[in-house]
């Protein structure tokens, strides 16, 4: 099966600098890979995702990028809020299940 | 809110009990997942629905455990004889067909005691 790796577990940046999350995957067949941010005691929300025939998508202050062959990904915040304190999750998408990484709780300092 | 919600948000039990929990997906979306998260982890799929058909259950969903989605609109999640170990949040995702963003429910955080 599936196998998602993330790092940092844990992620202290200024207010105003940059956070960047990276995630490795095992199975090449995976073709789908969403990013979620989880507050605490509230769902995982989707906040940005990428298909596996895209290099780069942005949204605002947040982007991801996919290399299928090294099969990493990764997820850059800009201009860091406090609001962006939160547990990010990385997942890869295989047969329409979902395989997540372990999490990164990013704390934004003001 | 016309997003997935779970009931209940909290469930303690006692071990060996059964508990059993609802979701209910955004309207018309005809896929249906169930995930398990214990702290400090990523969720792990159990289960997959695509209308009333079960098509995908994980290694983790023992024999204990089970679901039902009857008329291809809410689910229940069903574990027999809890244990312990079974203490984590369950949480229920929908999408629609033709799409591969899943969104989460609030999630039922289980503590067996």
């Known amino acids: 099966g599936e196998n998602v790796e993330q790092h940092p577990s844990t992620l202290s940046v200024q207010e105003g600098d940059s956070a960047v999350i990276k995630c490795t995957y095992s199975?090449?067949?995976?073709?789908?890979f969403p990013w979620y941010k989880q507050e605490l005691g509230k769902r995982p929300q989707l906040i940005i995702d990428i298909r596996s025939n895209v290099g780069e998508k942005k949204d605002q202050r947040i982007a991801v990028t996919l290399n299928k062959t090294a099969k990493h990904f990764s997820l850059h915040i800009t201009e860091t809020q406090p609001e962006d304190s939160a547990v990010y999750f990385c997942a890869a998408r295989n047969d329409y299940k979902l395989s997540f990484g372990a999490g990164t709780t990013v704390t934004v300092r003001a | 809110d016309t997003g997935v919600s779970q009931n209940p948000r909290h469930k303690i039990t006692k071990r060996g009990q059964n508990v059993t929990f609802r979701c209910d997906p955004i309207?018309?979306?005809?896929?249906l997942y169930w995930y398990r998260q214990t702290l400090g982890q990523g969720p792990e799929f159990l289960t997959y629905f695509q209308n009333e058909a079960q098509l995908e259950k994980s290694r983790l969903l023992s024999d204990r455990f089970s679901a039902e989605r009857p008329k291809g609109s809410f689910s229940t999640l069903e574990i027999q004889r809890t244990e312990q170990g079974d203490s984590a949040m369950y949480l229920c995702?929908?999408?629609?067909?033709?799409?591969?963003?899943?969104?989460f429910g609030p999630g039922t955080r289980l503590t067996v005691l």
């Open positions: 995702a929908s999408s629609p067909s033709g799409t591969r963003e899943q969104f």
């Open positions: 199975d090449s067949a995976s073709n789908y």
């Open positions: 309207s018309e979306h005809n896929r």
